[in-house]
């Protein structure tokens, strides 16, 4: 990055850091989630800004940290429609196929398919798992991976099938 858009980068966040901040809280109602969020906008207007020129730095920030933080709502959504749907309501027993969740057996079975599941992660290669991380963890789309990892989109899709492939077979038993 040369200097002029270093200083600009500085100079935005000395200016307006934590006013972003104030203003991503305001939308996730957490302080930590939101420092977060700033975080990864400046990191976008950096790649952003390395590539173009930009005609309103402070608005593109603002709208870069505004996108990130309604995905991660929606994401919070999702995740909590996901969990209401797997717990039962209040009085209601638990489903069988869910009864015996903490046997012994079970919590064994799921400890050796973490650990398949981790052996398998460390046997790929890098880029594999970088893509693969960077969708499962970080919930970022093919074509963010692509932009952070400066690859293709379709490179991006064979790494993470790849990836898929791999800990499939390492759990599923032959």
Known sequence: MNKGRKTLL????????????????????????????AQHAYLRLQKLSDEKELDNPRAYLYQIANNLAVDQLRRGRLHMDYVSQQTPAEGEPPADDHA?????????????????????????????RQAFLLHRTRGLSYNEIAREMNTSVSSVEKYILQALKTCRQRVTPP
Do not use: W
């Open 100 to 128: 015996d969740h903490q046997s012994p057996e079970r919590v064994l079975a799921a400890r050796q398919q973490l650990q398949s599941i981790y052996e398998a992660m460390d046997s790929l290669p890098l880029k594999c």
């Open 10 to 37: 500085e100079k935005l966040f000395a200016e307006h850091g934590q006013a972003l901040v104030r203003f991503v809280t305001r939308i996730v109602r957490n302080t930590e989630d939101a420092e977060d969020i």
